[in-house]
């Protein structure tokens, strides 16, 4: 038997969330792509997509892309199912990467926690969404 079970009270808590911001941003799911750009501090600005890749009555998988202009790194690729009628939203692959379920043994490359950290970021990621703000001129 498993010696820990994950706090997954926390886990429901930040997948709750996530599910609010996301209904927030693509206006209750009713589209099935979304484009816009944020407006960041420095005047730049970010082109981030949302795209429903799978839509059933009661979930969606959908696909978060935003580029950077960095050298190392190209853009940032999220898919979260998020489940309409639990209102829960999860990271389900992150940069094209699965989380190692709780119950299985943990790969060197992986931590024990990943999911709660692909979570946690896609909650810090789109509350950065919110406090830098969406440029206006840019059709959603």
Request: aromatic share 8%; glycine share 2%; charged share 25%.
């Amino acid at each position: 038997m498993i010696k820990s079970l994950p706090k997954t009270s926390h886990q429901l808590a930040v997948c709750e969330a996530n599910f609010l911001r996301l209904k927030k941003i693509l206006n209750d799911f009713s589209k099935n792509k979304y484009s816009f750009e944020t407006i960041n501090p420095d005047s730049s600005s970010n082109p981030i997509s949302f795209h429903v890749i799978h839509r059933t009555c009661h979930t969606l998988i959908i696909e978060a892309k935003q580029k950077i202009k960095l050298k190392r790194i190209e853009s940032l690729i999220i898919r979260i199912q998020i489940s309409l009628d639990a209102k829960l939203a999860e990271v389900v692959s992150f940069q094209g990467e699965r989380a190692v379920p709780y119950f299985m043994k943990v790969l060197k490359t992986q931590s024990r926690d990943e999911k709660i950290q692909q979570n946690r970021f896609l909650t810090e990621w789109l509350e950065t969404i919110f406090a830098n703000g969406i440029n206006p001129e840019v059709k959603i």
